[in-house]
């Protein structure tokens, strides 16, 4: 059964041994400025990395490409969806390289793995070749997506996560958790500190994707949405305290 890290005291050692980084394409983009990705951002992510290598902790990065192209977008303005979807897919793999170029000038070592070959930029995924990696302390990023239409980078993210044993899922957002409403536009929106997957439905709060959030519901694959911008969130979720949302089974349960 899972960690519930709410339910243990803190430790100086991190909760979890592997996990999967949820990284939107959007949070490599400077809000209001024209570049797609922001060099500065991405060292940003990177260092922030660096410290969770620091922990011994192996991980893996799924990552998305909304700074480039959005493939959902694109077809309800009359492109094929298919079409769009593979766009978006490679729209992942340039983001991809960035984050592994920042994370190589720190010193840390990386592995690319696409979904679609392209072998003169990254290795194709292997399932057997990702977990080897990542026992020998290197940072996995996957990129194309799953390799087919139809499907988000967070399904992705939740597929990926049960393929290597991941023990959970960190869900980088621009805000702090999950709230009962958009607290943006609500200043009185409650924020949750726990969900249940089927009180997360019930309320029908934007998690993931539908296809995304079953996959973690059905093989019981915890969820943590936290704020991405706050120094040190990573590593402060990983050790065990309490930041952003946690969603699990049941509550209490470990």
């Given at each position: 059964m899972r960690f519930h890290p709410a339910r243990y005291p803190m430790s100086k050692k991190p909760r979890y041994k592997?996990?999967?980084?949820?990284?939107?394409?959007?949070?490599?983009?400077?809000?209001?400025?024209?570049?797609?990705?922001?060099?500065?951002?991405v060292q940003h992510i990177a260092k922030q990395i660096v410290e969770v290598k620091k922990l011994g902790i192996e991980l893996a990065i799924v990552i998305g490409g909304g700074n480039i192209w959005r493939g959902l977008a694109a077809a309800h303005r009359g492109?094929?969806?298919?079409?769009?979807?593979?766009?978006?897919?490679?729209?992942?793999?340039?983001?991809?390289?960035?984050?592994?170029?920042?994370?190589?000038?720190l010193g840390v070592s990386v592995r690319v793995q696409t979904a679609i070959e392209m072998n003169n930029v990254a290795e194709?995924?292997?399932?057997?070749?990702?977990?080897?990696?990542?026992?020998?302390?290197?940072?996995?990023?996957?990129v194309a997506g799953t390799g087919n239409p139809f499907f988000s980078t967070d399904t992705t993210a939740a597929l990926?996560?049960?393929?290597?044993?991941?023990e959970i899922i960190l869900k980088a957002t621009k805000v702090d958790g999950i709230y009962d409403s958009d607290p943006m536009k609500n200043p009185n929106a409650k924020k949750y500190a726990t969900i249940t997957y089927s009180e997360a439905l019930a309320k029908r709060l934007q998690v993931m994707d539908s296809t995304?959030?079953?996959?973690?519901?059905?093989?019981?694959?915890?969820?943590?949405?936290?704020?991405?911008?706050?120094?040190?969130?990573?590593r402060r979720a990983l050790m065990g305290e309490k930041v952003g949302t946690l969603v699990v089974d049941q509550e209490g349960e470990v």
């Open positions: 592997r996990v999967v980084l949820k990284l939107s394409g959007e949070a490599l983009r400077e809000i209001g400025s024209r570049d797609n990705i922001s060099p500065q951002i492109m094929n969806r298919a079409t769009a979807d593979y766009m978006g897919m490679l729209a992942t793999v340039i983001n991809g390289l960035a984050l592994m170029s920042a994370l190589e000038d194709p995924f292997i399932l057997r070749r990702a977990t080897r990696h990542l026992e020998l302390g290197h940072v996995v990023i996957f990926r996560a049960n393929e290597i044993g991941a995304a959030f079953s996959l973690c519901m059905d093989n019981h694959m915890p969820i943590i949405v936290f704020d991405m911008n706050k120094p040190k969130n990573i």
